[in-house]
């Protein structure tokens, strides 16, 4: 599926890790000159170290989307030191939380919105910019399938990522007619360091393949491949699309395991998970 990205300048915001990492090399081994950012510089330039070994022009900039001014700022820097940017992925994201709803504090809710929605939105925003006056781009968004489906103790992060896909087919609908296609990917369960309590409970693990037909966690190359086709010109046609690559989950959903009248909760503790892992 993945087209070729030859000679196109591609920035990817949370690229240091997770489906962010495994998207900058893909694009750089498909011929893109790949700017990676993250909130720490150094985890940004390893990242770019690994795509310049494939033969790639790549670059680090340190960028925390929670700061909305700052963001900015190296957006337009970037903007003029490469003199455009073709495409943007969007990969910032959080979910340090996993508790019920009537749990959730003002300060939970906040804390995912500020970087999940609030955050990416003017990152997308600024780039956007840039890409209306020069006519073209292509944006792609890292949601979740979990925008579509209900799950257990995600409130905060899962109503980001509904928002996140209203933004993106809103954004498409606006900006289509001056060159500019705004698409979404939309994960299901990744092995990836925001699933990894998960994948380290053999019961939990147990209870959530039951439902992927496929039966396994994606890896990030898996979602990556889709993200490296919506930003290439074989996808010239394609914007206002969030494109789900599941494994089956959405569309089996209804499939269970049951264990006699037993109900099972997912529980995960609090951590701080950083802003590119997705």
């Known amino acids: 599926m993945a087209g070729s990205c030859d ?4 920035l990817v915001i949370g690229g240091t890790r997770g489906i962010g990492r495994a998207a900058a090399l893909a694009l750089a081994d498909a011929g893109a000159t790949v700017i990676v950012t993250g909130r720490s510089l150094e985890p940004a330039e390893t990242v770019a170290a690994e795509a310049r070994a494939l033969g790639a022009e790549a670059f680090a900039f340190a960028m925390d989307v929670g700061d909305v001014v700052a963001s900015r700022s190296v957006i337009d820097t970037i903007a003029a030191q490469f003199g455009r940017i073709d495409a943007l992925v969007a990969n910032a994201g959080i979910s340090p939380y996993w508790v019920r709803a009537e749990n959730i504090t003002p300060e939970i809710w906040d804390e995912v919105m500020a970087i999940n929605l609030r955050g990416v939105f003017f990152a997308v925003q600024a780039v956007g910019r840039h890409m209306l006056a020069q006519g073209f781009g292509s944006i792609v968004s890292v949601s979740s399938v979990t925008a579509t489906v209900g799950v257990n103790r995600g409130l905060p992060y899962v109503a ?3 928002g996140l896909d209203a933004m993106t087919r809103t954004l498409a609908v606006e900006w289509a007619d001056r060159g500019v296609r705004v698409n979404g990917v939309a994960p299901g369960y990744v092995a990836t360091d925001l699933t990894h309590g ?6 939990i693990t147990d209870l959530l393949l039951a439902e992927v037909p496929m039966g396994r966690f994606a890896e990030p190359e898996e979602i990556a491949g889709t993200i490296v086709h ?7 046609f394609i914007t206002g699309q969030i494109v789900v690559v599941d494994g089956g989950f959405a569309a089996g959903r209804g499939k269970r395991v049951s264990k006699g009248n037993k109900t099972t909760h997912l529980r995960k503790e609090p951590s701080n998970e950083g802003q590119e892992a997705v």
């Open 7 to 10: 000679g196109k300048i591609v």
């Open 160 to 162: 980001t990522k509904g």
């Open 198 to 203: 998960m994948r380290g409970n053999s019961g």
């Open 230 to 236: 919506l930003c290439s010109d074989s996808a010239s």
